[in-house]
């Protein structure tokens, strides 16, 4: 059983920055790929990025501008978010699974934070 919560969404400025945080608790963070997915009203879930161990992938959209980091001593999973647009708006959702740009290849979800990113 892994559980995974998340902080760190808000309102920020075109051009500005965030920090997601996901914390996992339960099995060993190592275990499982860490993924990102967002999600924008009336759009499906978009996979935004993933992690396991040192390999990483990015959707197109926000390479050069997002960045996965972890703390393995705090069991922690960062989206780092900078010169974030508009279009960036949605709510974001960690999640703990495999190494995949789908999201039916993962099994555990955070809770979701907004992100709202004003022009």
């Known amino acids: 059983q892994v559980q995974l919560v998340e902080s760190g969404g808000g309102l920020v400025q075109a051009g500005g920055s965030l920090r997601l945080s996901c914390a996992a608790s339960?099995?060993?963070?190592?275990?499982?790929?860490m993924g990102w997915f967002r999600q924008a009203p009336g759009k499906e879930r978009e996979f935004v990025a993933v992690r396991k161990g040192g390999i990483t992938a990015y959707t197109d959209s926000v390479k050069g501008r997002f960045t996965i980091s972890r703390d393995n001593a705090k069991n922690t999973e960062y989206l780092q978010m900078d010169s974030l647009k508009p279009e960036d708006t949605a709510v974001y959702y960690c999640?703990?699974?495999?190494?995949?740009?789908?999201?039916?290849?993962?099994?555990?979800w955070g809770q979701g934070t907004q992100v709202t990113v004003s022009s």
């Open positions: 999640a703990a699974g495999q190494y995949s740009v789908k999201s039916s290849d993962y099994d555990y």
């Open positions: 339960g099995r060993t963070f190592s275990s499982y790929a």
